[in-house]
Structures are given as C-alpha cells and as structure tokens.
C-alpha cells in the first residue's frame, strides 16, 4: 500500500470518524487502502467496511479482508449503492474521503497527471473508462470556456494569455506539448507553482470532480445514521470551501436557513472547530500533505 499510495492525516482520520467498533463505514476514495487498513484494524469482527473508487487500478490493487467490499464506482453514487445494496439509505456509521489524487496517479507517467514526465500522454482521467481527456479540454474547448477553467478550478492569474497561448498551439496531445505551448507566459522561478495550478484545474474538469464532491456530501445526508460521522480531507480551497459551508449550513452554497428560534438549520455538528491540519513531521515525509485540511462532522440526533 505505501508504494502505491502514502495516507494522509490517517490517524486522525480514522481516530475522529470511529465511533462505533461494530459499525458500517464507509471509504469514499479507497486510493492506496491505507485509511482503508487502519479503519478495519479499529473494527471488531462485526464491523464492515465499503471502500470506492473509480480507478480500477485501485480496486485491483486491493486489500483482502472479509469485512471490506471495495466498490468500482465514483463516491458521487454512495446513496445509490446503499439504497441497492441494503434496501435503505441511511446505513453507514462513518464516511471518510481523501479528495487528493493518489501517488499512483501522479508517479505514472502514462496516466498525464503530473508535468513532472514530459512526453506524457496529457489524460488525467481517474477513472480510465471515462472519455474526456485533458487532451480533449485543450484541444476541443474554446478559449472563452478554457479561462474560465484555468480562473476557477487553478486560480491561475494570467488564465487568459494562458487560454490564448493553448489555442494557438494547434494539436497538443502530450504534457511536454502543453508545457511548451505556455512556456512563455510562466515566468521560470514560478514555473512549478504555476503549472501545479494549471494541470489541477485540467484534472479537476476532466473527472468533473466538483459536481462529484457536491452529490457525494448531498448522499453522506442521506446516508449517514444521527450520531455518525462524516470526515473529510480537501487539498486546495473550492474543495475545503464547498465542505466547510456544506457542515456549517447544510447546504453546498453556504446559505444559511434558520427555524423559528433563528437558529441555523443544519444536520451537522462540527467535531472539528478549526481544520486540521498535517504535522511537521509527517509533510517532511510526504510533500503532498502539505496542503491537506481535515474537517469533521457529526450527524445530530434530531437531523
């Protein structure tokens, strides 16, 4: 599991989402199974584990317990799976997800996630049945439709001339075609930086991951019994966004409803005041913890 994927924040994740050692949990984003491993370790015999992902290299890189279903499918469904699968929603104790792209993902050049592999095929999809490519984004959209990609998903400052330069190019089919058809818009001492941003805004459009993060909490709603718990650890700021105001409302767009008493209606209670955030130690051992953020809630009773 360590080779194919490092865990983040994993003790205190499973130690905030257990709270029931014979209960139904849930792994949204299975991954490498590390928090997959540690959350059964804490379960007694009659403890169950559902693990999804939508990358079959994942679900076939598998862990072997008979407590664990590993399910291939986006985590956007989980109200649809407990529905089939237990003949009711409301059925699972906890629900954990690790919205970050795996080390697998990134360290496989084939898979185009990462500029760090030059010739790459530019692909990104997670999972690999989908269609769209990143290939297919910044050959086939126009530039209007690409700013707006780089702007909202990457924050890119210069998205326009970015746009503009990708349009220009004529056919990009490989991470070092896109890196060299922007080349001149990113200054070589932001060069990383810049590029991290950009591809995380491909990526996140390709695997339409924001409209998968918003149905997926819309299920742990639906799914999650009173006194469970939902854990979730987001990597850059519309993920952390969209599940701060989904805790503290109810609701993805963070507007407040309030019952007669004035009181903001929402299911959730927050366990974790403030995110929380990787040691020192453990983003010295794994850089790509640096910017993972742990919020957790707890279903009210009364919800």
């Known amino acids: 599991m360590s080779e194919y994927h490092t865990p983040v924040l994993l003790e205190e994740s499973i130690s905030f989402l257990v709270t029931n050692p014979e209960g139904i949990y849930a792994d949204a984003t299975f991954g490498g199974g590390g928090h997959t491993a540690l959350l059964l370790s804490r379960l007694l015999d009659g403890g169950r584990v559902i693990a999804f992902d939508r990358d079959i290299d994942a679900i076939e890189n598998g862990l072997k317990d008979p407590r664990l279903t590993l399910v291939h499918n986006n ?5 649809n799976y407990a529905v089939h699968e237990f003949g009711k929603s409301r059925v699972f104790d906890g629900v954990l997800a690790d919205l970050g792209v795996s080390s697998h993902q990134f360290d496989t050049p084939g898979r185009g996630f990462s500029f760090r592999f030059e010739e790459a095929p530019l692909d990104m999809r997670m999972g690999q049945e989908a269609q769209l490519t990143a290939a297919d984004v910044v050959n086939t959209y126009p530039e209007e439709r690409l700013v707006s990609i780089l702007s909202l998903y990457g924050e890119v400052e210069n998205s326009r001339q970015i746009a503009r330069l990708i ?8 991470t070092g075609d896109l890196d060299r058809a922007i080349a001149k818009a990113i200054p070589q001492n932001l060069a990383h930086k810049i590029l991290a941003k950009i591809y995380q805004a491909l990526r996140i459009e390709v695997n339409g991951e924001m409209r998968s993060l918003e149905k997926f909490l819309e299920g742990t709603a639906a799914t999650i ?17 969209m599940v701060k105001n989904f805790i503290r409302t109810g609701r993805i767009d963070g507007v407040e409803t309030k019952d007669i008493y004035g009181r903001v209606s929402t299911p959730w209670e927050a366990v974790t005041r403030k995110p929380v955030l990787p040691s020192e130690s453990e983003i010295a051992g794994n850089t790509r913890a640096r910017s993972a953020k742990l919020r957790v809630a707890e279903r009210r009773a009364d919800a």
């Open 75 to 79: 985590f956007r469904f989980i109200e």
């Open 167 to 174: 349009k220009a190019a004529g056919e990009i089919h490989t």
């Open 225 to 241: 019994k009173p006194g469970g718990r939902l854990a979730v650890i987001s990597y850059h700021s519309l993920e952390d966004r």
